[in-house]
């Protein structure tokens, strides 16, 4: 199935793309869609301390389970405001 | 890449959201001048104070000697604005709020500038300043919105701030 992966701030400077698409087995979790994207682009382990994970633009588990056309989202520690 | 709603960059729609006379004003704003939409905002005959916070780039000196010129802020567009009218239902279950504004600035603030703007309309005023304390704290701490210092000499550093934490649908605001 196919899967988005949005990466922000600096895990986007750091992969040099804002997207990543992933083709993942049925039933694959968000863990899952994160790991191949560090597994894609090295230079993002360790680039921020701690990420959370959203998935159809809300925080979730990384046990999370996508589905065709998921968007899921690495959200380095936020700083609005 | 990402396109940005048509909140960013549609003065036709931001200038009709401001002159609403009912309803929330909760923006992501990438123009100037953003800010003085406020006054127009204001006139609710069921509130007895409104409480505004302003959050402003305050100038910095690294310890190699840089001087900060701007915060860049960046978004995740459309979940920092459900994220936002979220907040707004949530702040509603703890206060009576009347009315409220949220307003976050993406791209370059430059140092004394306003970034982010918190409103809040309500009968009596400690209500108004227990809510708008809340909106800008819990803003800070969940909406994926993050900003890079950026130094006189160009070079930019990503701030880390909070880990959002993954709420249920169930669990308190």
């Known amino acids: 199935m196919k899967v988005r992966v949005l990466l922000f701030a600096v895990l986007r400077d750091r992969a040099g793309v804002a997207e990543v698409s992933l083709d993942l087995p049925e039933g694959a979790t968000v863990a899952a869609a994160a790991e191949a994207v560090l597994h894609r682009f090295p230079d993002l382990r360790g680039a921020a301390r701690s990420l959370a994970y959203a998935l159809n633009r809300a925080y979730c588990r990384p046990d999370a389970r996508l589905k065709e056309a998921d968007e899921v989202a690495l959200i380095p520690p936020v700083s609005g405001g | ?173």
């Open chain 2, 1 to 173: 890449m990402q396109t940005r709603p048509a909140q960013l960059t549609d003065r036709d729609a931001w200038l009709r959201l401001r002159r609403a006379r009912h309803g929330d004003l909760v923006a992501l704003i990438d123009f100037s001048p953003w800010e003085d939409a406020l006054p127009e905002f204001w006139g609710d005959p069921a509130a007895g104070g409104i409480d505004v916070f302003i959050g402003t780039t305050r100038a910095e000196t690294h310890a190699d000697g840089r001087e900060l010129v701007a915060l860049d802020y960046e978004a995740y567009p459309e979940m920092a604005l459900s994220q936002m009218r979220d907040l707004a239902r949530r702040v509603r279950e703890r206060w009576p709020v009347v009315r409220l504004a949220l307003l976050h600035r993406v791209g370059r603030v430059a140092v004394g500038q306003p970034s982010v703007v918190v409103a809040v309309a309500s009968p009596h005023r400690a209500e108004a300043f227990e809510a708008c304390r809340w909106l800008i704290d819990t803003l800070k701490a969940e909406v994926p919105i993050w900003k890079k210092e950026v130094w006189a000499d160009g070079s930019g550093t990503w701030v880390e701030g909070a880990v959002p934490e993954a709420r249920g649908a169930g669990d308190a605001g």
